[in-house]
């Protein structure tokens, strides 16, 4: 079966194709510079998908030659855009030109990077296409994206400049996004020696409409568990306020190994999560 992807599908591919390589940054730096040049790359679609919306054959370079088939340059992709009232300012302008030249530079010359560097630039690109999208489309990227790689976008998007992200319907700090993701892996509390599952968003009872709306404390949508100390949060014992109840409930820590969750391997981080600061601590 042939396949057959649009040019918006083509460019998701290729973000999260740059965040898998992201996440293998710590065994595999060289991977930092496929992460920059697929990023690149699936920006590039992004501007091509939005020009096409406008009209198919934008995207063509010689628009009196439609067989020809050859698409529009980047540069020239963003000239027509603007000239279509998408909004591009000086700035983002000049992030497209930089992405352009990183990725021709990584495929054809010398690579002469530090991987901090590599990584601050794969984040600075994902960061114009996670605006772009919102801005151009009408919805988040992150909805597109496949769930296995929204630890490595969460994580990238504590490297956003802007202090302020839409994540899942919700604006929120830029490093909260992360935090969010790392509170799915406190699946359990111990109350009084006894493991209790915790509480889902959208499983506490409370009158909500229908589809819920996100959290409007921790951000998290419906069938997520919420941010560790979320006011919204039910005690899976009392049924009460999890954070002010009489329980006194600790969050037990589920860990990943080899990429898997591991529900038998349990460790307590009572710590784990510190909403005012944004620091972790360290493992027991």
């Given at each position: 079966?042939?396949?057959?992807?649009?040019?918006?599908?083509?460019?998701?591919?290729?973000?999260?194709?740059?965040?898998?390589?992201?996440?293998t940054a710590d065994t595999d730096e060289v991977g930092l510079k496929f992460a920059v040049i697929l990023a690149a790359q699936g920006i590039e679609l992004l501007l091509k998908a939005r020009?096409?919306?406008?009209?198919?054959?934008?995207?063509?370079?010689?628009?009196?030659?439609?067989?020809?088939?050859?698409?529009?340059?980047?540069?020239?992709?963003?000239?027509?855009?603007?000239?279509?009232?998408?909004?591009?300012?000086?700035?983002?302008?000049?992030?497209?030109?930089?992405?352009?030249?990183?990725?021709?530079?990584?495929?054809?010359?010398?690579?002469?990077?530090?991987?901090?560097?590599?990584?601050?630039?794969?984040?600075?690109?994902?960061?114009?296409?996670?605006?772009?999208?919102?801005?151009?489309?009408?919805?988040?990227?992150?909805?597109?994206?496949?769930?296995?790689?929204?630890v490595s976008e969460a994580i990238t998007m504590e490297r956003f400049t802007r202090a302020m992200v839409r994540y899942q319907g919700s604006t929120m700090v830029a490093w909260f996004p992360?935090?969010?993701?790392?509170?799915?892996?406190?699946?359990?509390?111990?109350?009084?020696?006894?493991?209790?599952?915790?509480?889902?968003?959208?499983?506490?009872?409370?009158?909500?409409?229908?589809?819920?709306?996100?959290?409007?404390?921790?951000?998290?949508?419906?069938?997520?568990?919420?941010?560790?100390?979320?006011?919204?949060?039910?005690?899976?014992?009392?049924?009460?306020?999890?954070?002010?109840?009489?329980?006194?409930?600790?969050?037990?820590?589920?860990?990943?190994?080899?990429?898997?969750?591991?529900?038998?391997?349990?460790?307590?981080?009572?710590?784990?999560?510190?909403?005012?600061?944004?620091?972790?601590?360290?493992?027991?």
């Amino acid at each position: 079966m042939p396949l057959r992807l649009t040019v918006r599908e083509n460019a998701y591919h290729f973000l999260e194709q740059s965040l898998r390589h992201v996440d293998t940054a710590d065994t595999d730096e060289v991977g930092l510079k496929f992460a920059v040049i697929l990023a690149a790359q699936g920006i590039e679609l992004l501007l091509k998908a939005r020009l096409e919306m406008e009209h198919p054959l934008l995207v063509l370079s010689d628009l009196d030659k439609p067989k020809q088939r050859t698409t529009v340059s980047v540069d020239a992709a963003v000239v027509r855009l603007k000239r279509s009232g998408v909004a591009i300012d000086a700035a983002d302008e000049e992030r497209i030109a930089r992405a352009r030249r990183l990725r021709n530079e990584f495929m054809h010359y010398e690579v002469n990077a530090t991987a901090e560097q590599m990584m601050t630039t794969h984040a600075d690109l994902f960061e114009f296409a996670h605006v772009f999208h919102l801005d151009a489309f009408g919805s988040e990227l992150h909805d597109q994206l496949n769930p296995d790689v929204w630890v490595s976008e969460a994580i990238t998007m504590e490297r956003f400049t802007r202090a302020m992200v839409r994540y899942q319907g919700s604006t929120m700090v830029a490093w909260f996004p992360s935090q969010l993701v790392d509170a799915q892996f406190v699946r359990d509390v111990e109350i009084e020696g006894s493991l209790f599952d915790r509480v889902p968003y959208g499983n506490e009872g409370l009158p909500l409409p229908k589809p819920h709306p996100p959290c409007n404390d921790c951000g998290a949508i419906e069938g997520q568990l919420h941010h560790f100390g979320c006011d919204l949060e039910s005690c899976p014992r009392c049924g009460q306020q999890l954070i002010s109840c009489d329980c006194d409930s600790e969050p037990v820590w589920t860990p990943v190994i080899n990429g898997v969750r591991a529900p038998s391997v349990r460790k307590n981080r009572s710590t784990r999560f510190d909403s005012e600061t944004n620091e972790d601590q360290p493992a027991p």
